[in-house]
C-alpha cells in the first residue's frame, strides 16, 4: 500500500518535472542559436560565407547602381543571386552566385566567389557617351574576404573580375577589375549595416573594334537582416 502511495505521488511531480525541464531545454538552444548569429553577423557582404542553415537578405544603394540579394547557407558552400540595376547605363543585371569559404584564422575568413548572369544594356548615352547596348553574358569571379575588428564590427575586403561578353554580333566586351574593402556594423535585431568602395579599370571593346580604357569605381550602401 505505501508503494502504491508513493507511486501515486511521484508520477505527476516526475511529469511536471520533464515537462519543466522541455521549455528550459529549448530557452537553451534559442540562445545558443542566437548567439552564433551574433557571432557571426553579417547580411550584406560580411561574413565571408553564410554558415549552414544561414539565411540573409539585403538591398544596398550607391553609385552607378542600385540592387538587392539572397544569400542561403548550405552543405558549406554559399548559394544565393542578385539582381542590380546601374541607373547611368540603365542596364540590369541578374545573376546566381556561390561562394565557399577556403581559409579561416581566428578574426578572419576568406571566401572565393563566382557569378555567371546576364545583363541587358539599354545602350543610354545620356551619362556614358560610351555605353555599350545589348545583351551580355556575365562571369563575375571574386574573392571576399572579413575580419572581425570588434564585437559589432567586422571589416570586408572585395577583388572582383566582372566579364561581360555580348551576346549580339559585333564583337563588344567588357572587363572591370576592381579592389577595395568597407564596413559592416551590427545594429541589432538581426540587421546589419553595410558600407562598401572599390576603384580600378574599366576595359570595354565597342562595336567598331577600339578597345577603350577608363577609371572604374563602385559605392555602396547595404542594409541586410539575417533571417535564420
Known amino acids: 500500500m505505501t508503494r502504491l502511495m508513493l507511486v501515486c505521488v511521484l508520477t505527476p511531480l516526475m511529469a511536471a518535472a520533464q515537462e519543466t525541464k522541455a521549455p528550459a531545454t529549448e530557452t537553451t538552444a534559442e540562445a545558443v542559436r542566437l548567439e552564433e548569429k551574433r557571432e557571426n553577423f553579417g547580411a550584406v557582404v560580411a561574413p565571408a560565407a553564410l554558415p549552414d542553415g544561414a539565411t540573409a537578405v539585403s538591398g544596398w544603394v550607391g553609385v ?41 584564422s581566428g578574426a578572419w575568413a576568406v571566401a572565393p566567389e563566382l557569378g ?71 545594429l541589432g535585431e538581426d540587421l546589419s549595416l553595410s558600407a562598401v568602395g572599390e576603384l580600378g579599370v574599366d576595359v570595354f571593346k565597342e562595336l567598331r573594334g577600339v578597345t577603350q580604357t577608363r577609371l572604374g569605381y563602385g559605392v555602396r550602401l547595404g542594409l541586410g537582416v539575417r533571417l535564420f
Open 64 to 104: 552607378p547602381e542600385v540592387g538587392a540579394a539572397y544569400r542561403q547557407g548550405t552543405g558549406g558552400w554559399e548559394v544565393g543571386g542578385r539582381a542590380r540595376f546601374d541607373y547611368l547605363r540603365l542596364a540590369v543585371t541578374a545573376e546566381a552566385v556561390a561562394r565557399r569559404q577556403v581559409w579561416t
Open 116 to 186: 555567371l548572369g546576364v545583363t541587358g544594356n539599354s545602350g543610354s548615352r545620356y551619362f556614358d557617351e560610351q555605353n555599350l547596348e545589348g545583351w551580355f553574358l556575365q562571369v563575375n569571379p571574386a574573392v571576399v574576404a572579413s575580419w572581425k575588428v570588434a564585437e559589432t564590427v567586422t571589416a570586408v575586403g572585395l577583388v572582383e573580375v566582372p566579364y561581360e561578353l555580348g551576346l549580339s554580333p559585333g564583337g563588344t566586351w567588357r572587363v572591370k577589375p576592381m579592389a577595395g574593402g568597407g564596413a559592416e556594423i551590427y
